[in-house]
């Protein structure tokens, strides 16, 4: 079975970062886990601030 590393965060990133957390979380997982990259499937959800409490205060 394929891993997937699912990240949710707030919206903001360029195309450019995202394929720069995708490569650094593939290449990390496969580094600690021993599992080709081939394998590793990586999502990126954004999710709006208001959506997102920390604390039990909502961010937006």
């Known amino acids: 079975m394929s ?3 699912q990240i949710s965060q707030t919206p ?3 195309v ?3 394929r720069a957390v995708i490569a ?3 290449k990390a997982y496969a580094d600690a886990s021993g599992k080709p990259e081939s394998s ?3 999502t990126l959800t954004d999710v709006p601030r208001e959506n997102w ?3 039990g205060t909502p961010l937006g």
Request: net charge neutral.
């Open 24 to 26: 650094s979380v593939t």
């Open 40 to 42: 590793i499937w990586v």
């Open 12 to 14: 903001g990133l360029t």
């Open 3 to 5: 891993p997937l590393i």
């Open 16 to 18: 450019e970062q995202r």
């Open 53 to 55: 409490g920390v604390g």
